[in-house]
RNA sequence: GCCGGGUUGGUGGAACGGCAUACACAGAAGCCUCAAAAGCUUCCGCCCGAAAGGGCUUGCGGGUUCGAAUCCCGCACCCGGCACCA
């Protein structure tokens, strides 16, 4: 092509002055962000209010379809970001791109979570205030974002840590404070109709005096046990090493801190709750409607942990009773032992004064009175980690308490024992023990020597004598026996019948009934931390509780001379928290008018967790600056408001990592259904389609000692990987600082350019499963990208190769089946075939030699989403003014979908042995008649007997022989 | 222990129950070039074979089906979640 002399010619192929070069990209990319923020590209009107598009009208935006498609957004981290980060927010972007070109009103922005525990850190560490170095992160982000293009909305982007964000945060937090649940309509409800319930007696307060003879601080307490926000002494996790409580969500499974790694201890401690297992039931059946993965349901499911059973009463005096909860009522008659935890509040009051007579020695834990035994064991049991009780699970300890249960149905008198099995948080905080039939009932009792029964008829031929058994019988699919009275039999029924005719019994008796318990606790609401949002609550003189007005609204985090929360020794069990905002005494003690004239107040000191702000910011997205309200009616109804497509409203797509299956997305669901009940939102649940993306996963190299080493300079030779010249072995593993292997997007941008960074990224894989970033393999990408730009670009001139010639059939037919594909792989998030269905349909053009105009335009629409700036800057040059953002994507015509003749595959038994070219019409029998007819299908075929054909038209024909 | 998800070429990965390995990386050869880069063309699962061709192949073992990577049962390994929850 190029007839330049040899000496130019070698000058300019070193730098074709329109080759897409790094530079070129760079230059391309640059120039069209500017445009797209200068523009407002990506703003996105708003029904009413202010950011109602005043040019367009109302009508024009409610008539048009809308998405809502939005990222969890991220915690600000100082040490910016790596390739990692952007990937799902890179798939939210092609896909709201996607739908902006399919006609759609997209909102699409991004936030910043920004309160956490890095900067407060951070902060003790430099006395930097955590605000400068938060805000320096977030500019920092926000800069490395802006290069790749993405189209947000920046006129909605929120910072969970500006006041007028958290205001909001706080305003909310007051409306769950003032609210109850209401379990007989199944909706919370303000707490003024409670108070006046119990104002004209139509509620009894728990003592029965009239309310206006109860002080502030009793009625304080009853409410408490109301409201769906209450602060109360609860045992909590306690970690002296943090120098804070955290919530069971936050503590691993060995007992220690999520963050830090240090011991957790249960301690009693006043604290802030939520009271989230109202919704228990509510949370579960929500999750229905919901467009989520199945396996995130699935473990929202399991960590509410609803199970059906009983409550039952065993009585240990004449006028009081053990209430246990058993999923196994159908084993009451097995109940040989009962079992509480050493907290339960009942214990004291049943301890006798002496050991009756032939107590078992092994029963009494070597002491000389049950109260002696149960306050030794409890220290034991206060004083141990969870890590301890963890360790030693496999052996049980506990010990008798001197007292006796009576069996309600067998009648029979039962040893009450106090176990650290048994756990205070679920159920009654009290079990009835059927060794034979539960492995945890079974190790206490042969460790204590404790009696079993046999109830359930064993089908694995064993005996009916528990003693003998190796560990205890729990099928559901069996039949009872052993278990009749006077009154009542369940031998011979099965598990399920006889769970339900023993709960019948025991309803009409009054001593129990059916019941549904939930392994979910309440939510720990309260942080000793300096960097949170500060409660909007203050205590008078009395100690009296009061919420703030909302007029008084936001409490801003105060100054204090030391960020840092008090921390212990790690180990110190009986220390007690300290919270840095206690340090500002001016700010604590504060004069308010709050309605009855001036006067003294203490502030509330803890401060909220750092899930607070993430429980609601979709909501905020959509109405950002309305200073009146959390978000006005009629915008929340526009973007999340119930469809006959999502029954429960919500954010169209929200796309985020897995680790946020439960927590972030249960409590968010939380304060939706209560703000939805108090009628501020017409969404019954905030997130309608969850998706959750993979990681990105890169190789660490670490040397001998087994420490990383830089992965970017690592060399392999001769199957082994060196560095510095020393050999180091390769492993998978997470991307990051501290295994050295982060890759920023910076340096491929830099190297390629922001569109292939995007592209490689959405081709790597499908989007939800984690895969191995390999920066070698980034140059597919770029090299796509060249290809496309020379299809549609002269390298050496910058002018527009593509012909006007209309496109040939078979071009066509290339052109439509990639439309077709590639819309159905945008639909459906598959990004990585759609990428590969643009690059055969862009190689098919280098073949071709040429780029017919018909074909360059739909294709570089196509690729619009995927690669936005070089395909404005082609479309552009294809001589459109306006930007293609708002274009409409390639629509497939039909008659060019299928192809003019496609191969047909014959098999005999199964196997290929012939192919024909035949048209897409082909009726089965016609195609039967020509496979048969094949000259290389009789030849295989030979002199076999024909049983069977079967005939898919046009597609395949399957001969069966013999 | 319980509950999920996964296992396809040297690598990342494609495949409504119907041609296994699309697309890309890496690798090989060629064209172009004084040369290199870039680009373009071809090859690239394994085994036998000079080739033509044949056989085998989706972690392993069974099953359903005319036909299985795909559905069912069992097993192994890997990755997540929960974990004394009565």
Redesign the pocket.
């Known amino acids: 092509m190029s007839e330049t002399t040899?000496a130019s010619g070698?000058a300019e192929?070193?730098t074709?002055p329109f080759?897409y070069s790094s530079t070129l990209a760079a230059d391309i990319e640059s120039r069209w962000q500017d445009v797209w923020e200068k523009e407002g590209t990506f703003n996105a009107p708003n029904p009413v209010g202010p950011l109602s598009d005043a040019t367009a009208g109302a009508g024009s935006v409610s008539a048009k379809p809308h998405s809502f498609i939005m990222d969890m957004f991220p915690y600000p981290s100082g040490a910016g970001l790596h390739v990692g980060h952007p990937l799902g927010y890179i798939a939210t972007d092609v896909y709201a791109r996607y739908q902006r070109m399919n006609g759609h009103n997209v909102l699409h922005t991004l936030g910043y979570d920004a309160f956490g525990l890095p900067a407060e850190q951070h902060a003790v560490a430099t006395g930097e205030h955590p605000r400068i170095s938060t805000e320096a992160a977030i500019a920092n982000m926000r800069s490395q974002l802006r290069r790749l293009g993405l189209g947000h909305d920046s006129r909605r982007s929120i910072s969970t840590i500006d006041p007028e964000y958290y205001r909001w945060t706080q305003w909310i937090f007051l409306q769950i404070f003032n609210s109850w649940y209401d379990a007989e309509a199944a909706t919370a409800r303000p707490i003024a109709e409670l108070v006046a319930q119990f104002e004209s007696g139509e509620r009894p307060t728990p003592d029965g005096r009239g309310w206006s003879e109860l002080s502030g601080t009793e009625r304080d307490e009853v409410l408490g046990e109301y409201r769906l926000a209450y602060s109360k002494e609860v045992p909590v996790n306690w970690c002296p090493g943090l120098g804070t409580v955290l919530a069971?969500?936050e503590v691993?499974?060995?007992g220690r801190s999520e963050r830090g790694n240090f011991p957790v201890f249960k301690s009693k401690l006043r604290q802030w709750m939520m009271r989230i297992t109202a919704y228990g039931d509510r949370l579960i059946a929500d999750l229905d409607p919901l467009d989520w993965p199945?396996?995130i349901k699935?473990?929202q499911r399991?960590?509410i942990?609803r199970?059906e059973?009983a409550r039952v009463d065993f009585a240990v005096s004449a006028d009081a009773a053990i209430t246990?909860?058993?999923?196994?009522p159908d084993t009451l008659f097995g109940a040989t032992y009962m079992?509480l935890?050493p907290e339960h509040e009942l214990v004291d009051s049943i301890v006798p004064a002496a050991w009756p007579a032939e107590t078992h020695e092994d029963w009494k834990g070597g002491a000389a009175t049950p109260a002696e035994a149960v306050a030794v064991y409890r220290a034991a049991a206060a004083a141990k980690s969870?890590v301890e009780?963890?360790v030693?699970?496999?052996v049980?300890?506990g010990v008798f308490t001197g007292a006796y249960a009576t069996n309600p149905v067998s009648g029979e008198s039962v040893p009450v024992f106090i176990?650290?099995?048994?756990?205070?948080?679920?159920?009654?905080?009290?079990?009835?023990?059927?060794p034979a039939h539960?492995?945890?009932?079974f190790?206490m009792a042969t460790a204590f020597s404790l009696p079993m029964r046999c109830v359930v008829q064993p089908t694995d031929g064993r005996g009916t004598d528990p003693h003998e058994w190796d560990d205890a019988f729990d099928t559901y699919d069996s039949v009872i026996v052993n278990s009749a009275n006077a009154d009542i039999s369940l031998d011979g029924l099965s598990v399920v019948e006889a769970k339900a005719a023993a709960t019948a019994w025991l309803t009409e008796r009054g001593i129990g009934e059916g019941t549904v318990?939930f392994?979910l606790?309440d939510w720990l609401f309260s942080r000793q931390r300096y960097w949170g949002e500060p409660f909007p609550i203050v205590y008078d003189e009395d100690g009296v509780m009061h919420a703030l007005p909302e007029s008084m609204l936001p409490v801003e985090v105060p100054e204090v001379e030391d960020y840092s929360p008090h921390t212990y020794d790690p180990y110190d069990a009986a220390s007690s928290p300290k919270t840095p905002l206690s340090r500002n005494e001016a700010w604590v003690n504060v004069e308010l008018d709050l309605g009855d004239g001036v006067r003294s107040y203490r502030r509330e000191t803890n401060t909220m967790p750092n899930w607070a702000g993430s429980c609601w910011y979709e909501l905020r997205y959509i109405d950002p600056v309305n200073t009146e309200r959390v978000v006005d009616p009629a915008n929340e109804q526009y973007w999340l408001g119930p469809t006959e497509a999502k029954p429960a409203g919500g954010v169209d797509l929200y796309v985020g990592g897995?680790?946020h299956?439960?927590l972030h997305l249960l409590y968010a669901r939380f304060w939706h259904k209560v703000l939805h009940d108090l009628g501020h939102v017409s969404s019954v649940e905030p997130f309608h389609k969850l998706f959750n993306q993979g990681m990105i996963t890169a190789d660490v190299y670490r040397d001998e000692r087994g420490f990383p080493v830089p992965a970017a300079e690592i060399e392999e030779r001769d199957g082994g990987y060196f560095w510095q010249g020393e050999a180091v072995k390769r492993e998978a593993g997470k991307m990051g600082k501290s295994l050295k292997n982060a890759v920023a997007p910076d340096t491929i941008c830099e190297e390629y350019g922001a569109d292939t960074l995007r592209l490689y990224e959405m081709?790597?894989?499908?989007l939800d499963?984690?895969?191995?970033w390999?920066t070698?393999?980034v140059?597919?990408?770029y090299?796509?990208l060249?290809?496309l730009w020379?299809n549609v670009v002269s390298e050496a001139t910058g002018e527009l190769v593509v012909t006007d010639e209309p496109a040939d059939e078979p071009t066509l037919r290339a052109l439509h089946k990639a439309i077709d594909g590639i819309r159905g792989?945008m639909s459906g998030l598959?990004f990585?075939?759609a990428?590969?269905?643009a690059?055969?349909l862009n190689?098919y053009l280098?073949?071709r030699g040429s780029t017919p105009r018909e074909v360059a335009e739909p294709l570089v629409l196509l690729v619009a989403p995927l690669a936005p700036h070089i395909a404005e800057e082609l479309w552009r040059k294809l001589g459109h003014a306006e930007s293609l953002v708002y274009a409409d994507y390639p629509v497939a015509d039909p008659v060019y979908v299928v192809d003019e003749s496609?191969?047909c595959?014959v098999?005999i038994?199964?196997?290929?042995?012939a192919?024909l070219e035949v048209a897409p019409s082909i009726s089965d029998a016609e195609l039967e008649a020509l496979a048969l007819a094949d000259p290389a299908v009789i030849a295989a075929i030979g002199d076999a007997p024909i049983r069977?054909v079967?005939a898919?038209a046009p597609?395949?024909v399957?001969i069966?022989t013999g």
Do not use: C
């Open positions: 040899p070698a192929a070193a074709e080759r069971n969500e691993t499974a060995d199945e396996a699935l473990q399991n960590w942990g199970s059973g246990v909860f058993t999923t196994r079992v935890a969870d009780r963890q030693e699970a496999k049980k300890t176990a650290d099995y048994v756990l205070m948080g679920y159920g009654t905080g009290a079990i009835m023990a059927v539960d492995h945890r009932d190790a318990n392994r606790r897995a680790e299956a439960v081709a790597m894989g499908p499963v984690s895969r191995p390999d070698r393999a140059v597919g990408s090299r796509f060249q290809r020379r792989d598959r990585n075939t990428v590969a269905k690059i055969e190689n280098v073949k496609v191969t595959v098999q038994k199964g196997k290929v042995k192919r069977k079967i898919r597609k395949l399957n069966v």
